[in-house]
């Protein structure tokens, strides 16, 4: 069993910046990959950024060169930083654990006004 929990969600304006966090606590043994995924109301969840136990990096192409994900291991944590944020990148991000099974988090409300 892993447990998840989000934080640095709030609301910025367009071209502005955010940090997000997700600490992974439980069986943390399990976890072999991890990333950030978001959802936007009436809207299918899409992955958004991803991140390999050798440490390489997958982005979707909507932010890529503005997103970055990283990982802490000392913290069994990973982050999130946007900058140069948008109106459309508003919505509920969740962090996503993949191990023997896979968790989600319980998500982080992201708001970027015009």
């Known amino acids: 069993q892993v447990q998840l929990v989000e934080s640095g969600g709030g609301l910025v304006q367009a071209g502005g910046s955010l940090r997000l966090s997700c600490a992974a606590s439980g069986s943390v043994f399990n976890i072999n990959r991890m990333g950030w995924y978001r959802q936007a109301p009436g809207k299918l969840r899409e992955r958004v950024a991803r991140?390999?136990?050798?440490?390489?990096?997958d982005y979707a192409d909507s932010v890529k060169g503005r997103f970055t994900i990283s990982r802490d291991n000392t913290k069994n944590t990973i982050y999130l930083q946007m900058n140069s944020l948008k109106p459309e990148d508003t919505a509920v991000y969740y962090c996503k654990a993949e191990g023997s099974s896979y968790y989600w988090g319980q998500g982080t409300q992201v708001t970027v006004s015009s």
């Open positions: 991140i390999n136990n050798d440490g390489t990096t």
